[in-house]
């Protein structure tokens, strides 16, 4: 077996997804651009719906970091229904 490592944890986790968000509101700016340059509606309609895909990454990001808090004397399960919470704030939206 060979010495190579992957790092899997929490922090290998955090640079994906913000890697996701980058390339979001990169692609949005594009779009934009482009619908403008070209006339295109249905251009600059799917870059807003590429932006609020980055805003789901960003909600997602905050309740993993929130999740990852560890239990307290007022929080007794933690802060592990945060992640729900966000899954519910993207149902929501759809």
Not at 2 to 28: C, E, F, Q, Y
Not at 42 to 69: K, W
Request: zero cysteines; hydrophobic letters at 50%; a positive charge.
């Amino acid at each position: 077996m060979s010495g190579h490592h992957h790092d899997h944890g929490a922090d290998a986790g955090d640079k994906r997804i913000w890697w996701a968000i980058l390339v979001n509101v990169l692609l949005t700016f594009a779009q934009i651009a482009g619908g403008i340059v070209s006339g295109s509606l249905s251009l600059i309609a799917d870059a807003i719906h590429n932006f609020s895909d980055a805003a789901s990454l960003v909600i997602a990001y905050g309740a993993r970091r929130i999740a990852r808090r560890p239990s307290d004397d007022t929080m007794t399960f933690g802060y592990v229904r945060a992640e729900i919470v966000a899954a519910l704030i993207w149902r929501l939206s759809r």
